[in-house]
């Protein structure tokens, strides 16, 4: 009777060493399949143009973020013809409001194209701007009484608007002086809104915990921190640290802020792969949300390829959060699950999008294809 149940265990082995295999082998990245998914996305996107309030705010901003790293990373034609086209359509400026961090994120953009080919570019207005952000009067400076606007950028979004951009400027002037000014802001920001017990961002002083009864909360009692305000915090942080020198004084602070946001996103992440809106209370909504996904997904992908997430341990979850993002997209590329405009946790579903969701898109496959 023995020497069926050994051999019964033997192919009970094999099936199981077989299945592993076929698993490990479907868990493997196809660069091909990304970059189609890629310009699926973006190609969509171009013939279905949207944005908040004018081209150059915040959510083409993003979204062309998105297609600058996707030209990085590819050296496509079709991305540099997107961020070509939307400049000269642009004129090269920014939005108005000179005060306001979400104005400056398009600059990022044009930046680039000012790296690829300075005789083309017209860097005036984003001179002109960050000197006006940085420098100019303004009553959010100094803080608003009774308002939200204590400090400067007094939300969390602001952190992956104004200071990437600032990083990659700092450079291009030589001029230190710039990531002194983005610290000084950065610090307000963290010392403002960073809680340091659940290593997540408030998305503004409105979701500041205190302990009363009358601090917004969960219906699980948590506190509530929104995936895409955390996501614009990791994935700036992501870019700022491409840009920021090594040798920069400051340098240690934004790497060790990067891990401890990474380790508590990775251990947040829900079993299929998408974080859900609200990060502490996954079980509000029963589905996972693209834009704070996909920004998770590009800041994570980030940290293994330069070395500062050991890739053992974090890419798992980049390769579960990517499968997940690809389930997200229509078949003819337009990117769903995106939670509207807004600064808390709602619910999305299958037809919602933006553009800065398409953004989140690209960020993600821009840095997956990067993977060893």
């Known amino acids: 009777m023995k020497q069926p149940t050994y051999l019964l265990m033997i192919l009970a082995m094999c099936l199981l060493s077989c299945s592993t295999s076929r698993m490990a082998e479907s868990s493997k990245l196809d660069n091909s399949a990304i970059k189609q998914s890629m310009a699926k996305a973006l190609e969509w996107q171009e013939a279905n143009p949207i944005f908040s309030k004018a081209p150059t705010d915040w959510t083409n901003g993003a979204y062309y973020t998105g297609v600058t790293r996707a030209h990085q990373a590819t050296g496509e034609q079709v991305y540099l013809n997107a961020l070509t086209e939307m400049a000269s359509s642009n004129k090269w400026q920014p939005w108005e409001r000179f005060f306001h961090a979400d104005d400056l994120v398009i600059c990022y953009s044009y930046l680039y194209l000012n790296s690829l080919d300075p005789s083309t570019a017209d860097l005036k207005p984003t001179a002109q701007i960050i000197e006006d952000h940085l420098h100019k009067p303004h009553a959010w400076r100094e803080g608003v009484e009774d308002g939200d606007q204590k400090i400067l950028w007094w939300w969390c979004d602001a952190l992956f608007m104004a200071p990437p951009m600032l990083t990659v400027y700092s450079n291009l002037k030589n001029d230190q002086s710039y990531l002194d000014e983005m610290h000084k802001y950065y610090l307000e920001t963290y010392n403002l809104l960073y809680d340091q017990e659940?290593?997540?961002?408030?998305?503004?002083?409105r979701f500041l915990w205190s302990g009363e009864e009358s601090d917004r909360?969960?219906?699980?009692?948590?506190?509530?921190?929104?995936?895409?305000?955390?996501?614009?915090v990791l994935a700036g942080l992501a870019l700022i640290l491409e840009d920021l020198p090594a040798s920069y004084k400051h340098r240690s602070f934004y790497v060790d802020l990067y891990k401890e946001m990474a380790k508590k996103v990775k251990d947040i992440q829900p079993a299929d792969g998408l974080w859900r809106t609200s990060l502490l209370a996954p079980e509000a909504w029963n589905h996972g949300e693209t834009s704070g996904s996909g920004f998770f997904t590009f800041a994570l992908a980030w940290g293994i390829n330069n070395g500062l997430l050991d890739e053992k341990e974090y890419l798992p979850a980049v390769k579960k959060a990517w499968n997940a993002?690809?389930?997200?997209?229509?078949?003819n590329g337009k990117v769903g699950w995106v939670q509207n405009i807004g600064f808390d946790p709602k619910p999305?579903?299958?037809?919602?999008?933006?553009?800065?969701?398409?953004?989140?898109?690209?960020?993600?496959?821009?840095?997956?294809?990067?993977l060893k």
Do not use: Y
């Open 348 to 370: 999305a579903d299958k037809d919602s999008w933006q553009n800065f969701g398409t953004g989140a898109f690209l960020l993600a496959g821009s840095e997956i294809l990067k």
């Open 198 to 205: 659940e290593k997540l961002f408030a998305r503004d002083i």
């Open 217 to 232: 909360k969960e219906e699980n009692g948590k506190k509530i921190f929104w995936s895409r305000g955390n996501g614009w």
């Open 325 to 331: 993002l690809g389930k997200v997209q229509h078949d």
